[in-house]
């Protein structure tokens, strides 16, 4: 079983990766990997969601840590941003963030972060892998950490301070907290740029985070901006670091037209703007009025911020709501991400319902139960269907296909200037899969 999907580890708690003894040799393994590369660091910074497992997962973790040498801190109930913000405060200290974002309770999970204060990368996640398959005597693990007092506090504060001088016009929004790790600091932050603002889905109870809620669900928030004639809403998941953006009337802005918006008005020309494979092809052609290329990577915002990195890139994101600023923090973050377009929305006098003219191509993204991953360039039904997908369509029409990184899903994602032609793909799609199905 592979141990790191799209973002990290998720799994079910107390199974898999996430029982007793995996999680003491993933704490042990993470320890082994820093002192190998980071000969540094002494200590682990550890923050989590609202999740009940959460604890259960953290007493774990701290004991293979401990084990392998290193010291924990507790930040406590924080977003996954934090941990980058911390770590660049303290030197000689990584991360590791106890969450499973969007998902429901019933799922957990680890994110992990280096002594720079970046989420690893997909090299280092092999390195630990590999850590993990080592033979350790667990026996005697044992946890011993120290509680990190007022993080929150600390947390707020540097999200302000990248924010010095910001002065925004009067706003009246709706947030939707998911009942996550900002369920209490987003609130703070907003008053301290005098923001009004109404929220909702702010009282977690260790079951109730994403249930109803958040940026997976959209219905409850999309009701209460129109209900309470809000300016607009956003929607936040269970780690803070998405947001989803409604309009005044309910509807939701597309992720691909914040991030054009936010690209038009910031980036030079000449500059690059990075996003995923699963970005809208019209960005392509809306940003190059302004002569900013367009740069793509696999899917995941850990990969953006690599990408942007590379290539000296201060701006980029995916469209389900990562937004990430390089020149204020390593990785995304939901109340930065706000308070960023509070001020352009300020600065340009702009309303978020006409913030951009971009208009986007039919796109639909389905997925599919498969019942066995093989490797994709294996398959030769979908490799037939992939060269008659080229052979049929225009330059403008985009197709991917790939697994879920955490689900026994596939998923196809196409964009066509005809709705029509992408549902008929579709279909036909659907039938090879469930003709694998079959045969498994």
Do not use: W
């Not at 037209?257 to 020309?269: C, E």
């Not at 709501?321 to 390593?330: A, D, P, Q, S, T």
């Not at 991400?337 to 319902?353: A, C, P, Q, V, W």
Request: hydrophobic share 35%; charged share 25%; aromatic share 10%.
């Amino acid at each position: 079983m592979k141990m790191f999907g799209t973002d990290g580890i998720r799994d079910f708690p107390y199974k898999n990766f996430l029982k007793k003894e995996a999680l003491i040799k993933i704490g042990y393994s993470f320890s082994f990997f820093l002192k190998r590369n980071y000969k540094n660091t002494k200590n682990i910074f550890i923050a989590q969601d609202t999740r009940k497992s959460s604890n259960y997962i953290a007493r774990n973790l701290i004991k293979g840590i401990n084990l392998g040498g290193l010291n924990t801190i507790m930040l406590g109930v924080l977003p996954t941003s934090s941990l980058s913000i911390f770590i660049d405060k303290y030197p000689y200290s990584s991360g590791i963030m106890i969450t499973a974002s969007h998902n429901d309770h019933s799922y957990n999970g680890l994110k992990f972060f280096n002594e720079s204060g970046e989420k690893i990368s997909t090299h280092d996640e092999e390195q630990i892998e590999k850590a993990f398959n080592m033979k350790v005597r667990l026996s005697k693990a044992k946890a011993t950490n120290l509680k990190y007092e007022n993080a929150d506090k600390e947390y707020i504060n540097e999200i302000i301070k990248r924010f010095k001088g910001l002065k925004l016009r009067e706003f009246n929004i709706g947030i939707d907290l998911a009942n996550g790790s900002s369920y209490k600091v987003t609130k703070k932050i907003l008053r301290a740029f005098g923001v009004g603002f109404k929220a909702i889905s702010d009282k977690p109870n260790g079951l109730n985070i994403n249930k109803n809620c958040g940026v997976e669900n959209l219905n409850r928030i999309s009701k209460f901006v129109v209900k309470k004639k809000l300016d607009f809403g956003i929607a936040i998941d269970g780690d803070a670091d998405r947001i989803v953006i409604i309009g005044n009337k309910g509807e939701i802005i597309h992720g691909d037209k914040i991030m054009s918006y936010i690209a038009s008005n910031r980036l030079k020309a000449k500059s690059s703007f990075v996003t995923t494979i699963m970005g809208n092809t019209a960005l392509d052609s809306e940003l190059s009025k302004k002569h900013i290329k367009v740069i793509r990577t696999d899917v995941g915002d850990k990969n953006v911020y690599y990408k942007m990195k590379e290539i000296n890139s201060n701006f980029g994101g995916e469209n389900s709501g990562h937004y990430i600023f390089r020149n204020l923090l390593h990785t995304s973050d939901s109340n930065l991400s706000l308070l960023y377009i509070l001020g352009l929305l300020t600065e340009r006098k702009s309303k978020i319902n006409t913030i951009s003219k971009i208009t986007l191509n039919p796109s639909v993204l389905k997925s599919f139960i498969i019942h066995k991953k093989r490797p994709i360039n294996k398959i030769k039904e979908i490799q037939n269907f992939i060269t008659d997908f080229n052979y049929k369509f225009h330059s403008n029409s985009y197709l991917n296909i790939r697994y879920s990184g955490t689900e026994n899903k596939i998923r196809i994602l196409i964009q066509d200037t005809s709705l029509k032609r992408i549902n008929a793909q579709i279909k036909i799609f659907k039938g090879i899969i469930e003709d694998l199905n079959d045969k498994a």
